[in-house]
């Protein structure tokens, strides 16, 4: 399985962006499609997560009410939608899948290779 995201790029505070991952294949291991971010100099966080089958999704208090998770299921896609982007929110974004619900990056098997999403103040 290779994931690709896309979607980064430069915005303003207080403006939105759309990114997405693609999977090339989808197996049954593949059960929670997820994004993570990483700003320079820190770890790598869990952002939100959606369950393939069900939709159910959680987020982190981060940037709960802010972002949307969903899925694509025709296309093995999943997309973030921000909102209300603040500078805080620069990052690299991964998308990352799971066999099960989980917010820690080492519960994640398979990763894309991230995007770049800048918001300057």
């Known amino acids: 399985v290779q994931l690709q995201a896309y979607g980064g790029g430069l915005v303003q505070a207080g403006g939105f962006l759309r990114l997405s991952c693609a999977a090339s294949?989808?197996?049954?291991?593949?059960?929670?499609m997820a994004w993570f971010r990483q700003a320079p100099g820190k770890e790598r966080e869990f952002v939100a997560r959606?369950?393939?089958?069900?939709?159910?999704?959680y987020y982190s208090d981060s940037v709960k009410g802010r972002f949307t998770i969903s899925r694509d299921g025709a296309s093995n896609t999943w997309s973030l939608q921000m909102s209300s982007l603040k500078a805080e929110d620069t990052a690299v974004y991964h998308c990352?899948?799971?066999?099960?619900?989980?917010?820690?990056?080492?519960?994640?098997?398979?990763w894309g290779q991230g995007t770049l999403v800048t918001v300057s103040s």
């Open positions: 959606i369950a393939w089958r069900s939709g159910i999704r």
């Open positions: 990352a899948t799971s066999a099960w619900a989980a917010i820690v990056v080492n519960d994640y098997h398979t």
């Open positions: 294949r989808l197996t049954t291991s593949d059960n929670f």
